[in-house]
């Protein structure tokens, strides 16, 4: 039975509401199975033309209890409300106030949009469209308005209540078990930032002072007993404070600052102002129970939420087709802040990993859509890499092609014209061109094309003449309602590196604009011209991956070896020697010969035993492409299992070249003295943990028992779930004996058995489908908690090609009944987990076939699909 087909909502259909709502006045009488809302809101014509029409709100699973407009109770022949809709049929031709009495149920709300309970406590998630889900509301985010938020509950079972903005008043209730807290926002704000918790919880807390004097409370809330693995994250969040006003001079404005780790939660984190909510995925964490991942992953998070109060609070988007304008922007942001904390060559390579894993397989599969897209069913499914990650590449491609000094000058217009207001990818681009008199006209395309840009370039050096030439071509491929793309603005920062390693000079230029390091590609073809060429250069191009495309040259694997030596440019040194590595990948898959391997080998043994390079920089350059990468790097006819066994040969043949070197640096990186989460620090263990691996790949006699002792004699989680990883991915004797040893210890903490899931998951051996469906009857599992359910089932599906893409299709089958049965309790999470199926069509025709009958056994199946997930369903089939 298929869900109602809703109808698409489309960007050109938009227009402002009739009514202006400027103010709103809430107060929750909270209970867990029959909450009682009332919201009262005040009103006004938007013109005088919309003077008397229909005042039309949203609702989503209502119930109302009652109504009153101006003060007076309505009859029930003024107005229609249903559990999705309140209209109003003839409001009042001037201003009003109109007072909505709903009943809610917050504990059987396993969706987790709306007001919940998580762990006994209340909470709430609004975006995208949950706040319709409290109240009958316009619930979009052009609607600005001032919050004022009374709480009451049970004084004993929630002593903690919190809302947005600032504290107003607090007290108990006479005569009551009961207590409540009035809390003011001072700063309009959309229905999707109103935030609310209620509960038991433990908190640390520290004062801050912003540039200009003013004093903040800032207080993260945990459960009880978890307040000392916080302390990382307020650590993160001071430190994200204090960039933020050194490098975009924007202080925060509220008089407190509130973050609050609940256990179940659909996304991340939330940003909602002055009361952000976590997934304590990412607050929560001590060496014992997080990695040095889980600890950057949460400087990232912190900073990129705490980011989000001027790009997305203070400064809101207009629609959902804006929503880049907020996360793309603030993702750039976050970004530039771990470079400044860490390493920026090797964040860029983390971040461009993550692009091209999850973006460039979005944007080239029937899940394609532009970074601000004209048409969707389900704003849900537009929370993608494409909307994120591309979207902050955009914003970085801005920052490359304007400098740094016309960035900051775009920047600064844009918060001094839109501060207060909801805007728009038109309003953000103008701030750039008036600021610094640029035409981005045609930049602006990357916002409205989906796809992923081909760029060819080729390059020939006359000796005679002393120029060398290249040739760039872009072109981009049709993708879902694009046919045909016009040529987009391509920054393509480059080096001419000489015989000796080192980047030569040019005297000048013709063709192409050239500024310094950097062409600017604006056509579908050009050429640039490099007079003053002394000898052959090998061309480094894309250098810092200045624009997402995707690159192919005319190089070969010797041009790509000297790039893995002498290239300064750390990402394109990195990216030689994956180019070379999946060169060698696919061959072997293949069963081709490979005559660049001994090279290749050479290369990465030149790099393990570089001095001068960053441990963390060598253990990137030392790993080789995932899976994945390789075959999205082959396009189509992918044969997972033929990729998985050439990847493990040539991690062998790896770890068999260069085993000495990987023991000698394996020793000589020993843990000395107590755990730290700093970079130079969690860099030492990364390149560790790597030549770990390598040394069981090498399949020696010693490398079981030295895997076993770094399983049992490590002192922080990195190390653990490493060792775990290797002993259970290479079935070493007693891995599982390590497993139950890592349960045993673990197995009151959520988080780290989110990792022993996921190190069964991930498993390469041939039973891993039967070992997911054992353990989802595990007492450990929970289908109620989306951490544990991406742990299992979302890392099994997106993060092990070989067994999730087995011939026989069991994998497809088993997704697609699983999908179903989320669907009934938490849309949100099976649509997530469907994308899986993205790049189905890339497959080989048997496995195609599987996988087409399984998607369709979803949209034939007999319930009711959530729009979310038919929505994602139907375009995977388009």
């Given at each position: ?29 909270l209970?867990p ?7 009262k ?8 033309e919309?003077?008397g ?9 209502l ?10 109770a ?7 409300a ?17 007072e909505?009495?709903?009943k809610i149920?917050?504990?059987e ?16 998630q ?7 889900r409290i ?9 600005l308005?001032?919050y004022t938020t ?16 600032n ?9 009551t ?9 001072p700063?309009p704000?959309p229905a ?28 993260i ?7 000392d ?15 933020d ?11 407190v600052f509130?973050?609050?780790a609940?256990s179940?939660?659909?996304m991340g984190a ?7 909510i ?5 607050i ?7 990695t ?8 990232t ?7 989000h109060?001027?790009t997305?609070?203070r ?7 804006q929503l880049?304008l907020?996360?793309?922007l ?16 090797v964040?860029?390579?983390?971040d ?10 979005e944007d ?10 004209e048409?969707y069913?389900?704003?849900n ?17 801005i920052?490359?092609i304007l ?12 918060f001094?014209r839109?501060?207060?207001e ?16 640029t035409?981005l ?10 796809g992923t ?10 000796e005679?003449a002393?120029t060398f ?7 981009t491929?049709?993708?879902p309602?694009q ?8 920054p ?10 080192e ?34 250069p090998v ?8 624009a ?26 990195w990216?030689s020697?994956?180019?070379v590595?999946?060169?060698l ?5 293949k069963?081709?010969?490979t ?5 290749f ?20 350059a ?5 899976e ?10 992918v044969d997972?299992e ?13 770890g ?12 000589s ?41 770094h399983?049992e004699?490590a ?6 779930i ?13 891995y599982?004996d390590?497993?139950d040893?890592f349960?045993q210890r673990?197995?009151?903490?959520a ?13 390469p ?54 999908v ?6 938490n849309p ?10 993205r790049?189905w069509?890339?497959?080989?025709p ?13 949209i034939?199946?007999?319930?009711k699909?959530?729009p ?11």
């Amino acid at each position: 039975m298929r869900s109602e087909n809703a109808e698409p909502i489309r960007l050109e259909d938009y227009t402002p509401t009739p009514y202006t709502l400027d103010r709103v006045e809430l107060n929750f009488n909270l209970v867990p199975d029959a909450t009682i809302v009332t919201s009262k809101i005040y009103l006004a014509p938007r013109t005088p033309e919309d003077a008397g029409k229909p005042l039309v709100l949203d609702g989503d699973e209502l119930e109302l209890v009652s109504v009153e407009m101006n003060g007076r109770a309505l009859s029930a022949d003024s107005y229609d409300a249903t559990a999705s809709q309140f209209t109003l049929k003839t409001p009042p031709e001037t201003a009003f106030s109109l007072e909505i009495t709903t009943k809610i149920n917050p504990q059987e709300n396993t969706k987790l949009m709306g007001l919940y309970r998580s762990s006994g406590n209340f909470c709430t998630q609004c975006e995208a469209e949950g706040f319709r889900r409290i109240t009958y509301f316009y619930d979009r985010p052009d609607i600005l308005a001032v919050y004022t938020t009374r709480i009451e509950a049970e004084k004993k079972a929630y002593p903690v209540l919190l809302g947005n903005g600032n504290p107003k008043e607090a007290g108990d209730i006479e005569g009551t078990d009961r207590h409540f807290a009035i809390w003011h926002d001072p700063h309009p704000k959309p229905a999707y930032l109103f935030a609310l918790v209620a509960g038991d919880l433990g908190c640390i807390s520290q004062k801050f002072t912003t540039a200009s004097g003013k004093p903040v409370d800032l207080n993260i809330y945990v459960e009880h007993g978890n307040e000392d693995r916080a302390d990382w994250s307020m650590d993160c969040l001071v430190r994200s404070m204090q960039w933020d006003e050194k490098v975009f001079g924007l202080e925060y404005d509220l008089d407190v600052f509130n973050i609050v780790a609940v256990s179940d939660f659909n996304m991340g984190a939330m940003e909602n102002k002055g009361l952000n909510i976590f997934n304590d995925k990412y607050i929560l964490a001590d060496p014992e129970t997080a990695t040095d991942v889980d600890y950057e992953g949460i400087e990232t998070v912190v900073a990129h939420e705490y980011f989000h109060n001027w790009t997305g609070n203070r400064i809101t988007c207009r629609d959902w087709f804006q929503l880049c304008l907020k996360e793309g922007l603030t993702v750039f942001r976050d970004h530039e802040f771990t470079s400044d904390e860490r390493s920026r060559p090797v964040k860029r390579i983390a971040d461009v990993k993550v692009l091209k894993n999850h973006q460039f397989p979005e944007d080239g599969g029937p899940l394609s859509h532009p970074v601000r897209p004209e048409v969707y069913k389900e704003i849900n499914n537009f929370y993608t890499a494409t909307v994120y990650e591309k979207g902050s590449e955009l914003v970085t491609m801005i920052k490359t092609i304007l400098g740094a000094d016309g960035f900051k000058k775009g920047m600064d217009l844009y918060f001094e014209r839109h501060d207060g207001e909801a805007a728009t990818i038109e309003d953000f681009i103008k701030s750039f061109e008036d600021a610094t008199q640029t035409n981005l006209s045609q930049f602006a395309l990357w916002y409205s094309q989906s796809g992923t840009p081909q760029l060819n370039v080729a390059g020939e050096y006359n000796e005679q003449a002393k120029t060398f030439t290249l040739k760039l071509e872009q072109s981009t491929p049709p993708t879902p309602g694009q046919d045909i793309k016009r040529p987009f603005t391509i920054p393509v920062r480059f080096g001419l590196v000489s015989p000796n390693g080192e980047d030569m000079a040019y005297s000048s230029s013709e063709g192409a604009e050239v500024r310094g390091d950097l062409i600017l590609l604006t056509e579908a073809s050009q050429t640039v011209v490099f007079h003053g060429i002394g000898a052959k250069p090998v061309p480094s191009l894309l250098r810092e991956f200045s624009a997402p495309v995707k690159l192919a040259t005319n190089l070969s694997s010797d041009d790509h070896l000297f790039l893995m030596h002498h290239d300064n440019d750390p990402f394109n040194r990195w990216q030689s020697a994956q180019t070379v590595a999946t060169d060698l990948t696919i061959a072997l898959s293949k069963g081709a010969e490979t005559p660049a391997l001994s090279a290749f080998l050479e290369a990465m043994k030149a790099i393990a035993e570089d001095d001068a390079l960053d441990n963390a920089f060598k253990a990137l350059a030392l790993a080789l492409p995932s899976e994945g990468d390789v075959a999205r790097e082959l396009g189509n006819n992918v044969d997972p299992e033929a990729i998985s066994i050439a990847h493990l040969t040539l991690r062998q043949k790896v770890g068999e070249a260069l085993y000495s070197t990987f023991q000698k640096l394996y020793e000589s990186l020993a843990p000395s003295g107590t755990f730290s989460p700093d970079a130079k620090s969690a860099g030492n263990r990364a390149l560790r943990t790597r030549t770990l691996s390598y040394l069981n790949a090498a399949q020696s006699d010693n490398s079981a028992p030295l895997t076993r002792a770094h399983f049992e004699t490590a002192d922080n989680m990195t190390d653990r779930i490493a060792a775990l990883n290797v002993l259970v991915h290479e079935r070493v004797d007693g891995y599982k004996d390590a497993l139950d040893a890592f349960y045993q210890r673990h197995k009151d903490t959520a988080l780290a058995m989110d990792k022993w899931f996921m190190v069964q998951a991930t498993s390469p051996a041939e039973d891993t489908l039967d070992t997911v469906k054992a353990l989802t009857e595990h007492p450990a599992f929970a289908w109620g908690n989306p951490n544990r359910v991406r742990a299992l089932i979302g890392t099994f599906v997106a993060a092990n090609q070989r067994r999730f893409n087995a011939l026989d299709g069991s994998g497809y089958t088993y997704l697609a009944q699983t999908v179903l049965k989320i669907d009934q309790n938490n849309p949100q999470l099976a649509a997530r987990i469907l994308n899986a199926f993205r790049s189905w069509r890339a497959l080989e025709p048997t496995r195609q076939g599987l996988a087409k009958a399984a998607l369709e056994s979803i949209i034939e199946a007999d319930q009711k699909l959530s729009p979310d997930v038919q929505d994602i369903a139907e375009r995977c089939l388009q």
